[in-house]
């Protein structure tokens, strides 16, 4: 049975296409780019789902090498996300359903990420930092669902990037440009903000952005990531203390910085923990994880009901594939 999966929980919007082995046949992504110096604007995102999802699935069943009489399931994200969004790629999910007679399933970005990164790693059983634009979580499988162990008070860590990126004029999304300028930089002092398990990087932006009147936009990229990275790195290793648990997944748009994961991996050689960070392809939104936790979700039997859920927490959902 092929799965094919619809991402539109904020500004990509993905068809991915695997099989029942996590073969990913096709995964084609495009994403809704705001004009300069603006950030997501909701309608407008959705506006872009709605001009190009014909295209992506075309262009998905193309790349797969297959029509829609091969598809045996559709799934979409269901929530956390933007409603408008979201409601874009539950209608097109209900569109492919009733015309091919496929059944759908609703299923939650977050744990999508985590899922398709225990197929594509060695990882069984991983404390999951979520590193993307809009979140940012410690997430670890206890009593039969995924718990939120630590998560960002307000802005998620790419988002953190990409307003300091606005404010010094670098083009979205700003993360790989900071990444490259910090190569160059040394430390400079930021605020830390860690608040038991939790944190916070709204302040830490308008302190960086202050810090330019004085000190060189390489020290300051620099800073922001060494400490914004740091406090990640700090609450991953809390997680992994108090569950007990040895593997670390990184995941999320983020995860394909290099200093970040340098980090993670350390800390954990430390602890004597497996580490790995998810495939650049399959760690940015995707429509091949959806498929993927759709796949794992009607094969336990699963169904849901045809509704966006825009707040949905991770652990409102039961995990019966486990
Ligand atoms: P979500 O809906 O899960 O919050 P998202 O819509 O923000 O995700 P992603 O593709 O998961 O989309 O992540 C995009 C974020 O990743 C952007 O904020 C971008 O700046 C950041 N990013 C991408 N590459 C890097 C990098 N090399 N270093 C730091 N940040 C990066
Ligand atoms: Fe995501």
Redesign the pocket.
Known sequence: MLCLGIES????FGIGIVDEKCNVLANVTD?YKPPEGWG?HPTEAAKHHDEVRQDAIAAALEEAGKSMDDIGLVAFSQGP?LAPCLHKGLNTAKELSDSGSIPMIGVN??IA?IEIGRKTTSLKDPITL??????TQVLGFVSGRYRCFGETMDI????A??KF?RGVGMG?????R??QIAKKGKYVELPYVVKGMDLSFSGIVTAALNKLKREKLEDVCFSL?ETTFAMLTEVTERALAHTCKDEVLLT?????????QDMLGVMCKERGAGFAAVERSL???NGAMIAWLGMLMHKAGNSTHDEVLPRQRTDEVDVNWI
């Open positions: 929980t904020a500004h990509s994403m997501i996300g970005h977050c990420h979520y590193t993307s634009g809009a979140n998620g860590i790419g988002n990037l990409d990126g979205f999304p700003a993360g790989p900071i990444e990531q999320g748009g983020v995860a394909a910085n290099k200093k970040l760690s940015s939104d």
